[in-house]
């Protein structure tokens, strides 16, 4: 158990100073040497976690994707409500909790990825079904306390995504900060509106 303790510490330590990295650098100048460099470590122990760059790649994947699913982390207030828990998690999705969760330049380009890799492909695949499927249930949860009436209910959370995956591309090309607000917010009613609810957590 303490070895594999060990080992998970020290890929999360390698798999962050990689992030970092990209992050600074982009995802195409970040190597095994200044990984290495960065964490002041011989780079043949980011070799025996991470074989090659391609497998650091797919560690950073997964902690990018890891991420995403923080956005359904709601106050234990409303863990009780169905409907403000499900509003907490709409406003966490639309607001700049989404974006400190990941640099999007790193996240863009892991994606751009996926064209390339099958693995990589798979993994976000399989993050953005989950996304979907804990949005679905949190929309379930309040069909069943009556608090919305929904009949589709997973094509309503497919389609507050596909809301929010254009939202957040789009947005990625907005400097304008009051611009960027006032668009964010047009899009957290739309996605209210698809969910035929009016109030917001807060409310």
């Known amino acids: ?36 460099d960065l964490l002041k470590i011989n780079p043949s122990l980011v070799i025996h976690y991470f074989k090659t760059k391609e497998h650091l790649v797919y560690g950073l994947v997964e902690y990018i994707l890891d991420r995403y699913l923080l956005i359904f982390e709601v106050p234990e207030t409303v863990q009780t409500n169905p409907k403000k828990k499900l509003l907490a998690v709409i406003d966490n999705i639309f607001s700049q909790k989404w974006n400190t969760l990941f640099d999007d ?15 990589i492909k798979k993994k976000y695949k399989l993050l953005l079904d989950s996304l979907r499927n804990n949005l679905e249930a949190l929309i379930n949860d309040c069909n069943e306390n009556g608090s919305l009436q929904i009949k589709d209910t997973a094509a309503v959370a497919d389609l507050v995504f596909i809301l929010v995956d254009g939202a957040y591309y789009y947005l990625s090309l907005v400097s ?28």
């Open 1 to 36: 158990m303490g070895r594999k303790s060990l080992k998970e510490t020290r890929q999360k330590q390698i798999i962050r100073a990689f992030y970092k990295l990209a992050k600074k650098e982009g995802l195409e100048n970040a190597s095994i040497a200044k990984t290495a």
């Open 105 to 119: 330049s790193v996240s863009y380009s892991c994606y751009s990825l996926t064209f390339r890799d099958k693995t």
């Open 176 to 203: 304008d900060k009051s611009e960027y607000e006032k668009k964010l917010s047009t899009y957290k009613k739309r996605a209210l509106g698809l969910l035929n609810a009016a109030t917001s957590a807060a409310s």
